[in-house]
């Protein structure tokens, strides 16, 4: 499987979803599989305006474009840009094929003399028990074709996570040196942090604990700095922005007593990966920030995408066992509390178990050190997914 195999190409194909989730994990792994195994990758998207603002350099008036070693390519609807099936195709996150794609497929399974693609579906990475059982099966279609069903996790019998070979050395290499943090703040347009003051990033959706923290926040004997995307955690707090959401700008700065809140630039994964290994706490949400927040190395709360009924709850306990497994317990009923609390906007509980955290803080930043090779389970997702090929 290499670049110079015509038939021997990869075709992802993601719809982007809530902006950036979707998009920011699949683009991640076209990469890596072209960096990493030198994978000819087709990346097909429904929406380059979002794609461009994770990938700057991108032209969403371009049909087709290059970057990485990935070939982007506009998906429209019907798919105006001719498509020739290759080894592997990719659903990421359920988001259905094209119907002439899928055509050509029935076309050549139908054809004795061809083979169709393998077919994935891509799935969304939850810590829930049940995956190992449900990773990697075949789901029969009506055309007759099999379509695997892959499942990222955290165990050994799941498709893995996303983490590029060399990211623990670069971060290492980064945290190493405080003076990486300060340049790249600059980078960004930020003023008046201090070396010793905590810094937090908050890339969330709306909620009320944020406000419940700020007002926590400002009466801190320690100069706390907020950095936050123009997006929507913002929306949460008006009250303390001089203009509306609309009329902030990067690099302005808002301060109320001892708390600064920074209005950030949107930035590519790897800016966003240097800025969370800047921070002391990362505040993340969805799945793309999620992950890259554990490989951060610091300590995190997830504010995971609302579901009906409240299942993504049920998600997030999950993976708050996984994570605290070895966490001793008044660690983990501080830290899970809290996580808690800012998933049901309960404002006070989140109050009472942010000032726990100090008393923890320790214990807490070296079990966020030695998590991600615990993580990985010896092979990354990129890994498993190309073995998983070779043995199909």
Request: aromatic content about 10%; some cysteine; overall charge negative.
């Amino acid at each position: 499987m290499t670049a110079g195999s015509e038939n021997q190409h990869w075709d992802i194909f993601c719809a982007v979803v809530d902006n950036y989730g979707d998009i920011g994990v699949t683009w991640r792994l076209a990469r890596q599989l072209a960096h990493e195994y030198q994978l000819s990758i087709n990346l097909w998207v429904d929406d380059l305006h979002s794609f461009s603002h994770i990938l700057p350099q991108l032209n969403p008036a371009n049909p087709v474009q290059c970057f990485h070693g990935v070939e982007i390519r506009q998906w429209n609807t019907p798919l105006d840009i001719p498509f020739s099936p290759g080894r592997v195709i990719i659903e990421a996150f359920a988001c259905d094929l094209p119907t002439n794609v899928l055509e050509r497929l029935i076309e050549q399974h139908q054809s004795a003399g061809e083979k169709p693609p393998l077919w994935l579906n891509l799935e969304y990475l939850s810590a829930e028990t049940w995956v190992d059982g449900c990773h990697a099966l075949p789901s029969l279609q009506t055309s007759g074709l099999k379509k695997f069903f892959y499942f990222p996790g955290f165990t050994s019998k799941t498709g893995g996570l996303i983490c590029e070979k060399e990211l623990s050395s670069q971060r290492e290499r980064w945290q190493s040196n405080p003076n990486h943090k300060m340049a790249l703040f600059e980078q960004l347009g930020l003023s008046g942090i201090e070396q010793d003051d905590m810094l937090i990033s908050i890339f969330s959706y709306e909620t009320p604990a944020l406000e419940a923290l700020c007002e926590l926040w400002q009466s801190s004997p320690q100069k706390i700095h907020a950095l936050l995307p123009l997006g929507r955690a913002l929306n949460s707090l008006s009250r303390w922005l001089p203009c509306t959401v609309e009329d902030l700008v990067s690099g302005q700065k808002i301060v109320h007593k001892n708390l600064t809140l920074h209005i950030l630039p949107m930035t590519d994964q790897q800016d966003f990966d240097r800025l969370l290994w800047s921070c002391d706490v990362n505040i993340v949400r969805g799945e793309d920030s999620f992950l890259r927040a554990q490989w951060a190395a610091k300590p995190m709360i997830w504010h995971i995408y609302p579901q009906e009924d409240d299942y993504h709850l049920i998600k997030l306990e999950a993976f708050m066992q996984v994570y605290c497994d070895n966490l001793a317990p008044e660690i983990t009923k501080i830290w899970s509390k809290l996580n808690l609390a800012f998933n049901i906007d309960d404002k006070k509980m989140v109050n009472t178990y942010w000032q726990k955290l100090n008393s923890v803080n320790k214990p807490l930043l070296k079990h966020a050190q030695e998590w991600p090779i615990h993580a990985l389970n010896d092979a990354d997702l990129a890994s498993r997914l190309v073995q998983f090929v070779k043995n199909s």
